[in-house]
């Protein structure tokens, strides 16, 4: 999609620089240039504006390796009703909520996505398939809660404690801290 808006953009920015030579040459021939030729360049200059501004606001829109895990982002984040979570909206998001109910049956195949949201407080993980859950992006978190009898181990970024809670798992949680260099007072945090 992105290509095909770059090439739109291409090809506005050719018809834009012929229409701008042909007034160039009617007033370089003492000729006062058409009106709609001057219409032509406003409204493609105009096009050519909201084609950028659209690119920009679609580089700051995120996309999901699980549809799942965006699709639960979306009914908790998205602030403005727009359909998209934006980085703001993913940076605003306090708690995420990935179990299922009777209603939404989901299995959730990479929990890579959560990277996204650095100001979790509260997760909930629900079913999976996967071993291993990385959380050290999310160093604000306060609370994760685990479903999943799959997961072996959870890793957290140094100083992150949260509590945790293990409702329907049976087994044991292997944490893991690594140093995540992005978090706040990361440099108090030695190994």
């Not at 409204?43 to 999901?64: D, E, G, H, K």
């Not at 979306?74 to 995420?96: C, F, Q, R, V």
């Not at 999976?128 to 604000?140: A, P, R």
Request: with cysteine; glycine share 4%; proline share 3%.
């Amino acid at each position: 999609m992105e290509q095909d808006n770059n090439q739109h953009v291409d090809q506005l920015r050719l018809q834009q620089e012929a229409e701008q030579k042909r007034i160039i040459r009617e007033i370089e021939d003492n000729a006062k240039p058409s009106r709609h030729g001057w219409k032509v360049l406003v409204a493609f200059t105009i096009a050519i504006i909201c084609l950028l501004f659209a690119n920009r606001a679609s580089a700051q829109t995120l996309t999901f390796a699980d549809r799942n895990v965006g699709r639960r982002a979306l009914i908790k984040g998205d602030a403005d009703n727009d359909g998209l979570i934006s980085k703001a909206e993913a940076d605003s998001l306090k708690s995420l909520i990935l179990t299922q109910y009777r209603t939404d049956m989901f299995e959730v195949t990479t929990y890579e996505d959560l990277a996204k949201f650095p100001n979790l407080e509260k997760l909930w993980l629900g079913e999976s398939k996967l071993e291993t859950v990385d959380l050290s992006k999310n160093w604000n978190l306060k609370y994760v809660h685990i479903e999943s009898d799959n997961l072996k181990t959870l890793i957290l970024a140094v100083g992150c404690a949260p509590k945790i809670a293990y409702p329907m798992h049976s087994g044991e949680v292997l944490i893991k801290r690594i140093k995540n260099p992005d978090a706040p007072g990361a440099m108090f945090f030695q190994y």
